[in-house]
């Protein structure tokens, strides 16, 4: 906080160890955080100490139900998400974070159990415009609140215009993502510095949006 950062989102997705506590295949241990469905109380152990830090407005937490990265087993959503979000009910989080990892199974599921404002994205395959109407179907069907982008935003630096004017959208280059310099990380041309070999086809999205 001191860094002027507004909050933390703690991470228990993807198969890192916060999540490794959630994962039937992953938590082996024999003591008492070794009950991953009936009780994930090593995850709320985490969010309190990080809300009691820097308060539970600006605490936030990310999970990724139905990821399989990391050597996680998880088919669907399971009811240990269910018992993690009741556990964390009433202790005022900015948002749960749930990533979608395939169809909207786990927003469907997780929605109704959560009453404060909820924080979605999309982690799968498909075409970088999808990404975006994706993002309005699940909006415009109340299943989350606001939608993150991560991937398309790093392609197109001037992600919000580009939505706005229903322009269309950088492709996204894997080469240079996670290393090496500028190119393929910042090096995307903004909407006024285009030419028509940049782009990846016409979002749908209306203008208002």
Do not use: K
Not at 12 to 29: D, I, K
Not at 76 to 97: E, F, I, Q, S
Not at 135 to 140: F, G, N, T, Y
């Amino acid at each position: 906080m001191a860094a002027g950062f507004d909050g933390v989102e703690i991470s228990a997705a993807y198969g890192y160890l916060v999540h490794q506590f959630l994962s039937g295949n992953a938590n082996q241990r024999t003591d008492g955080y070794a009950d991953h469905v009936r009780f994930a109380v090593e995850v709320v152990e985490v969010v309190e100490a990080v809300a009691a830090a820097i308060g539970a407005d600006r605490t936030a937490l990310r999970v990724s139900p139905g990821n399989s990265l990391n050597d996680i087993a998880e088919s669907a959503v399971p009811p240990r998400y269910h018992r993690l979000l009741a556990a964390l009910d009433g202790l005022g989080l900015a948002y749960p974070h749930v990533v979608q990892t395939g169809a909207y199974a786990a927003l469907e599921d997780l929605r109704p159990r959560w009453r404060g404002t909820l924080l979605a994205t999309y982690d799968g395959p498909g075409p970088s415009p999808g990404g975006v109407e994706r993002a309005e179907r699940a909006l415009r069907a109340g299943l989350a609140d606001v939608y993150a982008f991560g991937r398309l935003y790093l392609a197109n630096p001037d992600l919000p215009l580009r939505v706005a004017a229903c322009a269309p959208l950088n492709r996204m280059r894997g080469t240079g993502m996670y290393g090496g310099g500028a190119e393929g990380c910042t090096d995307y041309p903004f909407l006024e510095a285009r030419s028509e070999g940049d782009f990846d086809g016409r979002c749908e999205m209306p203008a208002t949006v």
